[in-house]
């Protein structure tokens, strides 16, 4: 069983920046890994996906040109760096494993394995 462990969440002032990490228990090469959110009284929304072994990752509209995702197989990890936070991104950020990737969409739906998620909190 495929296991993510996310951390590198906290708190954060608006315009500040913060890194994700997702390390999985497994090598990520056949994998796509998602970045889902989800913030109170809402539903959970795909921010950005990127697959274990090529390129053409995914990003949500809001946070283009603002979050970059990467991984490293050497280390079975995905990293999600955030700068200029708003108070907009505040949510428990879960990662996520499945076995396909589009660079058009982020559907929940496709995605097998879950991270117990991390809170991220902008706030001045």
């Known amino acids: 069983q495929l296991e993510l462990v996310e951390s590198g969440g906290g708190s954060v002032q608006p315009g500040g920046s913060l890194r994700l990490t997702c390390t999985l228990s497994e090598k990520l090469d056949m994998y796509c890994i998602g970045w889902f959110r989800q913030a109170p009284g809402k539903e959970r929304e795909g921010v950005s996906s990127?697959?274990?072994?090529?390129?053409?990752?995914y990003y949500m509209d809001s946070v283009k040109g603002r979050f970059t995702i990467s991984r490293d197989n050497a280390k079975n990890a995905v990293y999600l760096q955030m700068n200029s936070l708003n108070v907009e991104d505040t949510a428990v950020y879960y990662c996520a494993a499945g076995f396909v990737c589009s660079p058009y969409a982020l559907p929940a739906g496709a995605f097998n394995y879950w991270g117990q998620g991390i809170q991220v909190t902008v706030s001045s």
């Open positions: 990127i697959h274990g072994s090529h390129d053409s990752p």
